[in-house]
């Protein structure tokens, strides 16, 4: 990718100059991108194709796109690496349900970044209702406004963690395994995420963002806002309150969708809501 579209994802992330590669501007980095680039899967439901190339992904995201995991840690560990950190990439496994096997099964790509004197950090964008900022790779437990999160080493993964969501979180938790990876190592499983009528992001559409007090996911028509009030669940009526959360909410105006994509779109939406409805009566 161009030095010129990364310094545009700066820009897009609220830098004006190229910062140094500290502990502080990591976090603050990181709190920004989870603020202003969304965790969304709004693209596979308009049918537009990706790749998991970090370059081709940083381009959706200055476009005023998301993406999930490959696309949002794929980018922004390129931007970490252009900015001097010392990034190390992680395949990984996230377990939706407690009866879901445990397993790196690469359905998940994860970052970290070793910073001298301050040690290894987990840094991770790409878990929707994750983290807010990073956090250190050392057993403990992490409260992150309304959600708390734990680490501790991982039974399935000698040498790697496990990240421990919060109860009130949209999965039970993920393992990362230690060693290295490239991002073509999840070329099959993205094309499979992406594609395969059994894939979540298919049969869902999604967008997650959080910030330091709140967490905002959309599930189909379902508004979810978890705050230190609780969970509170809104459901959207109309094609029109549907876009305006996305772009109110979610940071996704799709001012490059035209009015038949979005209407296809939300007719996509509501026969995926009326499915699991029919599996609730």
């Known amino acids: 990718m161009s030095a010129a579209d990364l310094h545009a994802y700066l820009r897009r992330l609220g830098w004006a100059a ?21 965790y969304e899967t709004v693209w596979i439901a308009l049918g537009d194709k990706r790749s998991v190339d970090p370059g081709e992904s940083v381009r959706h995201l200055l476009a005023g796109r998301g993406g999930y995991c490959y696309h949002l840690n794929g980018a922004f560990g390129a931007l970490l690496a252009w900015l001097g950190y010392e ?3 992680h395949r990984a496994g996230v ?13 998940h790509l994860g970052i970290s970044v070793t ?30 406004g309304p959600m708390t999160f734990g680490i501790r080493p991982s039974t399935v993964a000698p040498g ?45 559409v999604l967008a997650a963002r959080r910030d330091e007090k709140s967490v905002s996911e959309l599930r189909g028509r379902v508004l979810t806002v978890i705050d230190s009030s609780g969970r509170g669940d809104t459901q959207i009526e109309g094609s029109s309150d549907y876009f305006t959360v996305l ?30 409805l029919a599996t609730k009566r």
């Open 18 to 38: 190229r910062p140094a590669p500290t502990k502080d501007t990591l976090i603050e980095l990181h709190r920004a991108h989870a603020e202003r680039i969304p």
């Open 87 to 89: 990034v190390h990439r």
């Open 95 to 107: 377990q939706g349900r407690p009866t879901d096997p445990r397993e790196i099964s690469g359905n």
């Open 115 to 144: 910073l001298p004197d301050e040690g290894t950090w987990m840094v991770d964008l790409g878990l929707g209702d994750g983290l807010h900022e990073p956090v250190p790779l050392r057993t403990g437990r992490y409260p992150q």
């Open 160 to 204: 790697g963690w496990r990240f421990d969501h919060d109860p009130f979180g949209s999965f039970e938790g993920c393992d990362f395994a230690p060693e290295g990876t490239v991002l073509a190592d999840f070329a099959e499983n993205h094309r499979w995420q992406s594609t395969s009528p059994e894939s979540g992001h298919v049969r869902v």
């Open 247 to 276: 772009a109110e909410v979610f940071g996704l105006p799709l001012s490059d969708v035209d009015s038949r994509r979005k209407a296809a779109l939300w007719a996509r939406v509501c026969t995926d809501h009326e499915a699991y």
